[in-house]
């Protein structure tokens, strides 16, 4: 994370102390480097320069109005999974030709906001899906442009719960049945079949699971042409890993060099939804330690962030790495082996476990590591929390682009029926 790094002992985003933004916004908070996102979306979008492409961010990795809109003045455009990120999407200035919509299990009203705003097209999952979309879309007078998503049945090698491209997995359409979901959508007066669609998991560290799936794809894209249906489309999805630890995932470039040679005799436009490797190592959660406390076997660094605020680690026990924000040059400074927990009621809520770290000291500030994908996207008010505030830093500037949440957002929509008053 060049972006983040010490200087003069003090931990830094670009020309920022962390240490200022925490005096100025309190903690936790997000904080996301401007010059981060920017180089991601522009080493991804640039790695492609040889074939016709769109950069489709995913914006559940982060979906943020501040860096939406600094994407789409980038010129990407926007991978989304349900209404609310359509609506995000569009409040940020994302041009509707550059959105897809995949997901499921798309309600009719969220098949209609998405008609009504003209987007590219719904990467369709099932044939139940293409007859709800043939449907709306009827009742609208108009046609839907549609990708299928087909389940090509590889092992991404990934963590299960974003393992997406197995058979056994509730996504896509199985490659058996994809010949005959496209067959029935060529009957559907109302949809108008321009591409296909896979995503094969998320946090990919190899480039063959890649390949291989896409393998699959281009010979449906071949047995496709053979019955007269032309694709103008071929969605590759996300999933392209981060370093958290010590893994080595592909480069864009890498990428690019295995996949190029395989498209660039189509005639179709590749669309890539890069969530993680855009974010994921733009941003750190900040927080600050309140307490230590130690038991026989272990050390618990009590914190002010929780699993409400960065649910990776409970979630799939996943590793983020924790730097001390004033940095600990004595290298004879205790190591000891710690959980960093915070305060929610849940034995499940930890940043890091059995963790050998320097002991910090109560009222410094530590800094969670790798946390701008799927980190304050999948925040929650459990236990009451506020969710906390954002910041993105600019050089030498940062700006607050979510205020943190006051207790009376808490309780907002909530509502004491006339009986019990
Ligand atoms: C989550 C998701 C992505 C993004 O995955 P990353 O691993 O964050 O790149 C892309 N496409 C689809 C359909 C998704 O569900």
Avoid at 64 to 79: I, K, P, T, V, Y
Avoid at 387 to 409: K, P, T, W
Wanted: aromatic share 8%.
């Amino acid at each position: 994370m060049p972006d983040f790094r010490y200087q003069d002992g003090e931990f830094y985003c670009e020309a920022v102390p962390l240490r200022r933004i925490a005096e100025a916004v309190g903690t936790p908070c997000y904080i996301y480097s401007h010059a981060t996102v920017v180089r991601q979306f522009r080493s991804f979008d640039s790695a492609f320069n040889e074939v016709p492409h769109l950069v489709a961010y995913a914006i559940k990795a982060n979906s943020n109005l501040a860096l939406l809109r600094l994407l789409a003045n980038e010129g990407a455009g926007a991978d989304i999974v349900s209404g609310g990120e359509l609506y995000r999407a569009l409040q940020a200035g994302i041009a509707p030709q550059r959105i897809v919509f995949a997901g499921v299990g798309k309600s009719d009203d969220e098949v209609r906001y998405a008609l009504r705003s003209n987007i590219l097209m719904f990467n369709v999952e099932s044939s139940d899906e293409l007859r709800a979309v043939d449907r709306v879309a009827g009742e609208m007078h108009t046609k839907a442009r549609v990708a299928l998503r087909i389940n090509p049945d590889i092992d991404p090698k990934t963590h299960p719960y974003i393992s997406t491209g197995l058979k056994k997995s509730k996504f896509g359409i199985s490659a058996e049945r994809a010949l005959d979901e496209y067959k029935l959508a060529t009957t559907l007066p109302h949809i108008e079949i321009v591409g296909v669609h896979k995503h094969i998991g998320s946090q990919l560290t190899q480039v063959s699971p890649y390949v291989d799936a896409l393998k699959r794809i281009l010979n449906l894209v071949e047995q496709l042409a053979g019955i007269g249906v032309h694709l103008r489309y071929l969605n590759v999805g996300g999933g392209l890993g981060i370093t958290y630890q010590d893994e080595t995932p592909p480069q864009p470039l890498d990428l690019a060099q295995a996949i190029s040679p395989l498209v660039k005799d189509l005639k179709c436009m590749l669309i890539f939804e890069p969530g993680r490797s855009i974010v994921g190592n733009a941003g750190v959660l900040l927080t600050r330690v309140l307490y230590h406390k130690a038991n026989p076997e272990k050390v618990f660094v009590i914190v002010d962030a929780a699993m409400n605020d960065l649910i990776r680690p409970s979630l799939y026990g996943a590793y983020h790495e924790i730097k001390p924000v004033h940095e600990v040059r004595d290298k004879l400074k205790r190591q000891v082996l710690a959980d960093v927990v915070g305060p929610v009621c849940e034995s499940g809520d930890f940043l890091a476990k059995d963790r050998m770290m320097p002991l910090v000291d109560p009222g410094e500030l530590l800094a969670v590591m790798s946390a701008g994908a799927y980190g304050f996207s999948m925040a929650s008010n459990y236990n009451s929390r506020p969710r906390v505030a954002e910041v993105l830093v600019v050089g030498s500037e940062f700006h607050v682009i979510r205020a943190r949440e006051e207790y009376a957002d808490l309780v907002r929509g909530e509502m004491i029926p006339a009986f019990l008053k």
